[in-house]
Each structure stands twice: as C-alpha cells, then as structure tokens.
C-alpha cells in the first residue's frame, strides 16, 4: 500500500512569514510529485510539480525533493491571507495514478 | 477552454436510488480519473480510464461503475446508493497516463444520500 502522509495541521502563520509544508512517502520507486491547493468548498489546483532531487522555485513558491529521505517539501514565502486553504501533496510512480496525502490546512493570519 | 466538466454540482439521492455523474474534458487528455474525498481520508481514487476503451479499479471502487463513452466523456454510476456514498466527487484528467504532469480536475460533485 503506497502512503503519502502530511501533517493535518493547521500550521498558523504570520502574513509576510514563511510556510513550511512537509510530505514523506513510502514507495521508493516514485518518480513524480505534486503540491496542490485547495480553498474550501473548491477543487483541487495544481500548483507545483518536482521530478528530481533539489529545489524547484516559482514565484513565492518553492519545492524541495529528497529521494533519498522520501520528503517532499512546499515553502511558501510573503506569505499571505489568501495563501490559506489545504495544500495536498501528491506522489507518482510512473504508472496511471497519484496518491494524495489527507493535506495540510495552512492559516495566515493578520 | 473549460477544462474538466462536472454535473450536477449537487445531488441528494435517498438509499436505493440511482444516479450517473457526468464528466468530460476538452484538453484532448487520454487519462481520466474518478475520485472521492471525505473529511480527514483525502482524495481516494474510485475509477480510473488510463486510455479511452480501458477502466481499471482504484482503492474504493465498491458500490460503482464507470463506464469511458468517448475520449471526452468518463461517467460514474450509483446502481443503488448508501448512506457510506455521501461524499465530495472529483474528476480528473491527465494528459499522459503515467500522471507525470499531474491532474486537472472538475469542480466536484456534492452527494447526500439519505
């Protein structure tokens, strides 16, 4: 059985501060990962995605993958009000289907 | 484009009752996906169609059916419906099977069974 655990959280966080967000997963052979957002009442959005071993920057975002550890990590810089929802992490194997964590409720607070 | 299409958005069925959910995507994806989420189990994959003319079984396919119409369309159906089905249904599509570049997915498909 592949897991995907996350922290259910919530992780509260200053506006302007960092958001850390954390995964591991047990099926060492996944090639392929994913951070979604998810606001209330919404659907999931695609908001990162990370193959090999190291940081991945977009914008206020960055991915951080360690194969060898089985962790995948989200951080969140400036962090602010509306960056606060569920952030689902998701693993890959190279077959048809991801597996999602149960996420992470993120709160920035004023 | 609209992405992934979901109906109904909402849905009350009493036990016993049937129902179909639509879904269908305009992104020319090959893989598409059927998914519930209940509070606190996440996402958890009911159906899936790696190709167009393939279904395969995900992690909870009891109590569903799926059939793939088209490369467009990836329908779930309740033959007779339970309470346990009261959930919060995603589909999703992919655009190559491996799910190498992630999901889209529709906006979701609130069901109460009572």
């Known amino acids: 059985q592949k897991e995907v655990e996350q922290n259910s959280g919530p992780l509260s966080v200053p506006e302007g501060a960092i958001a850390s967000l954390n995964c591991t997963y047990s099926d060492r052979g996944s090639q392929s990962f994913f951070w979604y957002r998810q606001y209330s009442g919404k659907s999931p959005e695609l908001i990162m995605s990370?193959?090999?071993?190291g940081d991945k920057e977009d914008g206020r975002f960055t991915a951080q993958l360690n194969k060898a550890s089985q962790y995948v990590s989200l951080l969140i810089r400036d962090s602010q009000p509306s960056d606060s929802a569920t952030y689902l992490c998701a693993v890959g194997g190279g077959g048809n289907k991801l597996t999602f964590g149960t996420g992470t409720q993120l709160k920035v607070e004023l | 484009n609209a992405g992934v299409t979901q109906t109904p958005k909402f849905q009350v069925l009493k036990t016993g009752q049937s129902m179909t959910l639509q879904c269908a995507q305009d992104m020319n994806h090959n893989s598409m996906y059927w998914y519930r989420q209940d509070p606190g189990m996440g996402l958890r994959l009911i159906y899936y169609?790696?190709?167009?003319?393939?279904?395969d079984k995900g992690e909870v396919p009891n109590g569903y059916n799926v059939s793939r119409l088209n490369k467009r369309e990836f329908s779930l159906r309740l033959e007779s419906a339970a309470p346990s089905q009261t959930s919060v249904y995603f589909c999703?599509?992919?655009?190559?099977?491996?799910?190498?570049?992630?999901?889209?997915f529709g906006s979701g498909t609130r069901l109460t069974v009572v």
């Open positions: 169609s790696a190709s167009e003319g393939t279904t």
């Open positions: 990370i193959y090999s071993n």
């Open positions: 999703a599509s992919s655009a190559l099977g491996t799910g190498s570049y992630g999901y889209t």
